[in-house]
């Protein structure tokens, strides 16, 4: 029970957080900062790019890694 409440708990936060990463990437307004995820990002192209891509991979490994955890789980048990 508990290992699906974490499970669900990260898919959430994998999903909030490449939410947020699409939200910067699609930004338009340059030469102003962005509040984002408790961060202050400057809206220049380089770091609109940067901290984007890095919220998606991240967003992507919070969204993937209960489907991992399963596998090793699984693998665990089967030894």
Same mark, same amino acid.
């Given at each position: /029970?508990?290992?699906?409440?974490?499970?669900?708990? /990260?898919?959430?936060?994998? $999903?909030?957080?490449?939410?947020?990463?699409?939200?910067? $990437?699609?930004?338009?307004?340059?030469?102003?900062?962005? =509040?984002? /995820?408790?961060?202050?990002? @400057?809206?220049?192209?380089?770091?609109? =790019?940067? =901290?984007?891509?890095?919220?998606?991979?991240?967003?992507? $490994? *919070?969204?993937?890694? @209960? *489907?991992?955890?399963?596998?090793?789980?699984?693998?665990?048990?089967?030894?």
């Amino acid at each position: /029970m508990k290992r699906a409440v974490v499970f669900f708990i /990260m898919i959430i936060a994998g $999903l909030i957080v490449t939410e947020q990463a699409i939200d910067i $990437l699609t930004t338009r307004g340059r030469g102003e900062s962005i =509040y984002k /995820m408790g961060m202050l990002i @400057p809206a220049q192209d380089f770091y609109l =790019y940067l =901290y984007g891509s890095i919220f998606l991979l991240i967003g992507i $490994l *919070l969204i993937l890694s @209960p *489907l991992l955890f399963r596998k090793f789980f699984i693998a665990k048990k089967s030894v």
